[in-house]
């Protein structure tokens, strides 16, 4: 069970960190991922971190600014999120994936997650 969180209400330029806390025994053999959703619009593929961390990949929209990081201890995965747009403003969830892809693109993609949080909303203002 995912269970994500720190989503709110922010201007734009501003910096949230949101949290995705993981139950179970396996958290470390997972890879992680953040998708988000704006209203109106498909899922999209915002980062992902590999298992142990090693790995991380982004979209290009969101390079530079924002950070997936992972502390598999506390079995949380975190998405810190620099210079927010208003753009930006979706529901964020956080996804694991147990399959190991060579590929990183490959965790690009919704549907090879097999565990997803309930979400949290971001809104940025303008």
Same mark, same amino acid.
């Given at each position: 069970?995912?269970?994500?969180? @720190?989503?709110?209400?922010? %201007?734009?330029?501003? +910096?949230?960190?949101?949290?995705?806390?993981?139950? @179970?025994? &396996?958290?470390? +053999?997972?890879?992680? @991922? =953040?998708?988000?959703?704006? /209203?109106?619009?498909?899922?999209?593929?915002?980062?992902?971190?590999? =298992?142990?961390? @090693?790995? &991380?990949?982004?979209?290009?929209?969101?390079?530079?600014?924002?950070?997936?990081? *992972?502390?598999?201890?506390?079995? &949380?995965?975190?998405?810190?999120?620099? +210079?927010?747009k /208003?753009?930006?403003?979706?529901? $964020?969830?956080?996804?694991?994936?147990?399959?190991r892809?060579?590929? *990183?693109?490959? $965790?690009?993609?919704? %549907?090879? $997650?097999? $565990? =997803?949080?309930?979400?949290?909303?971001?809104?940025?203002?303008?």
């Amino acid at each position: 069970q995912l269970q994500a969180s @720190g989503g709110g209400l922010v %201007q734009a330029g501003d +910096s949230l960190r949101l949290s995705c806390a993981a139950s @179970g025994r &396996t958290f470390s +053999s997972y890879a992680m @991922g =953040w998708f988000r959703q704006a /209203p109106g619009k498909e899922r999209e593929f915002v980062a992902s971190i590999s =298992w142990s961390a @090693g790995n &991380t990949y982004y979209a290009n929209s969101v390079k530079g600014r924002f950070a997936i990081s *992972r502390d598999n201890a506390k079995k &949380t995965v975190y998405l810190q999120m620099n +210079s927010l747009k /208003p753009e930006e403003t979706a529901v $964020y969830y956080c996804a694991a994936a147990g399959k190991r892809y060579s590929n *990183r693109y490959s $965790y690009t993609q919704s %549907q090879n $997650y097999d $565990y =997803w949080g309930q979400g949290t909303l971001v809104t940025v203002s303008s």
